[in-house]
């Protein structure tokens, strides 16, 4: 028995994961994250099908996960393991079997708190339905390569627990960084996980020639960045950035919206939105670039008198 993630499979190999543990133990959750990391997820699939699902042709090489527990249709642990043997000796596949298991008191203790009926419990107590499905599924618990125990996990960890296991190597490059800018007199963004406030740096609106061009200008650009605050705030903000980014990804977060804002989001929020979004591309991430009021009209009363 381990609790670690499989090897990687041949590129000309489908990995299968067969999920499966204790009702309450989580494998609705290991699942959807499964789901998320971009593998087919079927649940409570009747077992005696699988060699016909596995069998039939399908171009799509993308990794299968199958779910099922006791409910399941024909459910025989002895008959599931001997099929396992089976499609174990199969070239174009890579079988791994996941085994949610969970404290019967910590699972008797959600099982109140959801008020749901323990799937054998049958009209008796839930604790008599926990002893007898884990006397049911032993042989597949024994069987299992992974073994992971959610008695002292939340959802959140279970989560990050699949993540660390099945999540492909290059899943922090896959996630989706948009970068925007704003401006703040025509309301924030509402979406955006991270804001940063660009109008302490001197704005090109009021220097003769710059106000009817754009952060996208080289004059303008040239102007932001000789502000003596600007080259310190926005070292800051990138290694920030480069620190949380990764962190985001791990978490399973699948994406981050920075925004940049000054006051009516044409100079100082495109042009350090811009020269953040190169930065990032230097540092292995893929953003998208969006300026919301990059074609809105300049305007003395929006920019105020403060130069």
Avoid at 244 to 265: D, S
Wanted: proline share 7%; glycine share 8%; hydrophobic share 45%.
């Amino acid at each position: 028995m381990i609790d670690a993630a499989p090897s990687p499979a041949p590129p000309s190999v489908r990995p299968l994961l067969l999920v499966t543990g204790l009702a309450g133990a989580g494998k609705s959750t290991a699942l959807a994250v499964l789901e998320d990391l971009g593998w087919e997820t079927i649940d409570n699939f009747p077992v005696r099908m699988l060699k016909s699902l596995v069998t039939t042709p399908d171009d799509a090489h993308a990794p299968l996960a199958i779910g099922f527990d006791s409910r399941t249709r024909g459910f025989v642990p002895a008959e599931i393991i001997a099929l396992v043997k089976e499609l174990s000796e199969r070239p174009d596949l890579a079988l791994t079997s996941l085994f949610l298991d969970c404290a019967g008191g910590e699972l008797e203790r959600r099982f109140n708190e959801t008020r749901r009926r323990h799937p054998m419990a049958d009209g008796r107590a839930v604790q008599e339905g926990i002893a007898a499905e884990r006397e049911l599924l032993e042989p597949l618990r024994r069987w299992a390569e992974v073994l992971i125990d959610t008695s002292l996990m939340t959802s959140n960890d279970l989560q990050t627990r699949m993540r660390e296991l099945f999540a492909p190597a290059d899943a922090a490059a896959a996630l989706t960084v948009t970068i925007s800018s704003f401006g703040f007199a025509r309301g924030m963004p509402p979406l955006a996980d991270l804001v940063f406030d660009m109008r302490f740096l001197d704005n090109p609106h009021w220097i003769p020639g710059l106000r009817e061009q754009t952060g996208q200008d080289r004059a303008v650009g040239e102007h932001i960045a000789r502000d003596p605050a600007f080259a310190e705030a926005f070292a800051r903000i990138r290694d920030l950035l480069l620190l949380l980014l990764p962190r985001y990804g791990a978490q399973g977060k699948p994406y981050v919206h920075i925004a940049f804002g000054c006051t009516g989001g044409r100079h100082r929020s495109v042009y350090t939105a811009e020269t953040m979004a190169d930065a990032l591309r230097a540092a292995g991430f893929s953003p998208t670039v969006r300026h919301r009021n990059l074609g809105s009209r300049t305007a003395d009363a929006i920019e105020g008198n403060a130069r």
